[in-house]
């Protein structure tokens, strides 16, 4: 597993939350290096984020992963260890998220493959993503709430001239929302604010993957803290595909101060090179962080789960 010989000591202890982490970007680097070879393929050696690649050219490396994910074993398999790694470092709520409709076959065969990996150690979403037809996400919504999953995404971003936009996504979302499904959108992830004004008020989220230009407009923040949505901040993936400047420069100490709820992610392990750990004491290194507010940021965690089996609401 990525750095776990030098974790940071000062952390060891604190039981941990990690709400985005994506099934197909958090692989042990050793089971992709099995997986890619059962497969005739060659894992290359700049297949992890880089700073400032940019977000086209990062969502680009799943292309890779996925082709070594295309059975429900593997799936099973990669689900298991992720629940495992996370355990060792100390995060005792998890939730993993995928897209099953990239996977090549059945999306319940994935999402029940993914569920027995799991074994009631995290929460599962299902991940839509930006410009797929709106029967995609209907469809997810559907296996979601049979399977036993516990909340739906949408993830990657908006393509220009795409058939389909965020707005087109209201109806699957309002029947997720129905059935008791957790709502989590990725927006904002260096694109206008207005995202996430359409994500919460249109699609009903009740999460907000990345959301970095929230700051840009006052009465989105003013809507987020209305409605009780909580940011899934993932610095080092933002820094990584050029969202941001730094990890300093990541906006979450003055969304704390804010009194925004906010929780703390990897998003990819094995891509971004991270654990629940090392994110915490790059977030702990901030300007204008406190233990007061890394005491909030893991309890937002905890109490943002969508699932009861990872501590949910």
Known sequence: ?????DEPRALVGLMLADLHRHLDGSMRAGTLAELADERGLSVSADLPFFAGMGLSEALSRFDFTLSCLDTPEAVR???AEICEDAAAEGVSTLEIRFAPQLHGGHDADFVDAALEGIASRAGLLLCGLYGEPV???ERLVDVASRCGAAGIDLAGGPAPGARWGMQDYAAPFRRAAELGLGRTVHAGEGRPPAEIRVAIE????QRIGHGTTILDDMSVVDLVLERGVTLEACPTSNWQVGVIPSVDAHPLPRWLELGLSVCLNTDNTLLSQVTA?????????MPGMDEGKIAALIAA???AAF??????R
């Open 1 to 5: 597993m990525v750095g776990r010989d």
């Open 77 to 79: 398999r990669v689900a």
């Open 135 to 137: 029967a995609v996400l």
């Open 202 to 205: 249109l699609l009903g989220a």
């Open 277 to 285: 750990p090392r994110e915490l004491a790059r977030a702990r290194a």
């Open 301 to 303: 965690g905890h109490e």
């Open 307 to 312: 699932s009861a089996s990872s501590g949910g």
